[in-house]
């Protein structure tokens, strides 16, 4: 990603060229998940606001696949002072989710309906940077499951997570 002014900043070397924001609904009526979240990436759209609040982000999509960058600092301390594991369920749901994302056709939505998240070491602000990839392992008509990794930039897992998402007609959303 390139250099940009730090309130469209993510984290260091991460930014967001068109702010922060949601995806406009009515574009999604009309073009794929895929299509959206590929869009988001070229700059077509913001980046979600969780993204600035938690310093992370989508920064690979594909049908069925999604990888998230994420750097944990000092702001997500726990009194123990490792990264709170809400981080990285944080990380873990946006990468299950957009992986679902991928699949949508135009005019579906979805919604998270369970996730379970295993954590397997600590993270903490000298962990470094992330990398957390989610890829759908089924996609029905109304339910998808996916699973996601998280890693350290050596490749070792710190958490493993599965999710189910509920997917229904974007107009359900529209209400």
């Not at 999604?28 to 982000?57: D, H, K, Q, V, W």
């Not at 690979?60 to 750097?71: K, N, R």
């Not at 998808?144 to 990794?149: D, F, G, I, N």
Request: charged fraction near 15%; aromatic fraction near 6%.
């Amino acid at each position: 990603m390139t250099d940009a002014p730090d309130d469209n900043a993510i984290f260091p070397g991460a930014v967001s060229p068109r702010g922060f924001g949601t995806l406009p609904l009515e574009h999604m009526a009309t073009r794929s998940g895929l299509e959206m979240l590929n869009a988001m990436l070229a700059g077509e759209y913001p980046a979600p606001p969780i993204s600035r609040t938690l310093a992370f982000a989508l920064v690979e999509a594909s049908p069925g696949v999604v990888m998230f960058e994420g750097m944990p600092s000092a702001a997500f301390l726990n009194p123990l002072g490792a990264v709170h594991g809400g981080w990285a369920a944080a990380i873990v749901d946006s990468a299950l989710g957009c992986a679902v994302h991928t699949t949508l056709q135009a005019g579906e939505g979805y919604t998270t309906a369970e996730m379970k998240v295993n954590y397997l070491r600590p993270i903490t602000p000298a962990t470094g940077k992330g990398r957390c990839e989610g890829k759908v392992v089924h996609r029905g008509r109304t339910l998808a499951l996916s699973e996601a990794r998280l890693t350290d930039s050596a490749g070792k897992l710190l958490a493993f997570a599965t999710e189910t998402c509920s997917i229904f007609p974007l107009a359900n959303m529209m209400r």
